[in-house]
């Protein structure tokens, strides 16, 4: 099942057709693909583009090897195999847009989608940041799951990104790692000051917070987010949170 909208035009959870390999060819295309949405990205005046291979995604799909059943070269009997889609696609786009406008973002040792855990996880998004550092993207965007899981601002960060984390800090140094899930001000500036990481990313504190810079800064009280309205697909619960207080210039804060 999908998120997704039916035959009405109403937000839904829908079946979705069964998936099926890409043959060798179409994973070029693919990649191909992907150069051609950041062009298209870039030429709509966007700064850069992200790559998403976190949360269960395609690109995940080829680094995991308990998912990966390939057979070819992309297949998961060496390492580098399963990352050579990432890297590929890594290639493609810098070459377009040029290294610095690109970031990826990744969900190592996370279970969405039934993304089963591995042994050479770490091993993986080690050997990852090398190659990465290497291309000289902008940054590594990790969003770990524990956190996200267990409540917004829970303020967690399970020991296995932390230990990540601190490993890849030196080897990728020319860019920036940012952090994801479960994110408190208290949490971000510790990681940041310990060096662990360069920036800490927001998702459901922001729905219940439009003001959400201006409350951290300020130090003002957050509000709750309502999880029931998740995936609702109408704008209740996501665009008629308050801001703090009322006035112009707490909001262009
Ligand atoms: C309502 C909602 C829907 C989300 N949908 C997706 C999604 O479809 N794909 C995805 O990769 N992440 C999704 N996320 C995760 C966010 O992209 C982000 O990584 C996460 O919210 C950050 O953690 P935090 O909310 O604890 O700050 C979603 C988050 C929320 C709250």
Redesign the pocket.
């Known amino acids: 099942m999908a998120f997704g909208y039916d035959e009405q035009g109403q937000p839904s959870f829908l079946p979705v057709s069964s998936p099926y390999a890409l043959t060798t060819t179409e994973v070029g295309r693919t990649v191909e693909d992907f150069a051609i949405a950041a062009d298209n990205a870039v030429a709509a005046g966007f700064d850069g583009i992200e790559l998403?291979a976190?949360?269960g995604?395609l690109f995940e799909q080829f680094l995991n090897p308990l998912v990966n059943d390939r057979t070819d070269r992309y297949s998961a009997d060496l390492m580098q195999n399963r990352l050579r889609f990432t890297l590929e696609v890594v290639d493609a786009v810098n070459a377009r847009i040029g290294s610095q406008r690109v970031g990826i973002r990744f969900s190592p040792f996370g279970q969405i989608s039934d993304m089963p855990p591995y042994r050479d996880a770490e091993q993986t998004y080690l050997q990852l940041g090398r190659e990465l550092a290497d291309r000289r993207i902008a940054y590594m965007h990790f969003?770990d799951q524990s956190?996200?899981r267990v409540a917004?601002m829970s303020g967690r960060v399970s020991d296995e990104v932390h230990s990540l984390l601190r490993k890849l800090r030196p080897m990728f140094d020319q860019g920036a790692l940012i952090l994801?899930?479960?994110?408190t001000l208290a949490k971000a500036n510790e990681l940041i000051a310990l060096g662990t990481i360069d920036l800490a990313?927001?998702?459901?504190?922001f729905?219940a917070n439009p003001d959400l810079v201006a409350r951290l800064r300020n130090g003002w009280p957050l509000a709750e987010p309502e999880r029931k309205t998740?995936?609702g697909g109408g704008a209740e619960g996501y665009v008629d949170y308050p801001p703090y207080r009322n006035g112009r210039a707490l909001i262009a804060d």
């Open positions: 998403h976190a949360n995604y969003m956190g996200f917004s994801a899930g479960g994110q990313a927001f998702g459901q504190p729905i998740y995936y």
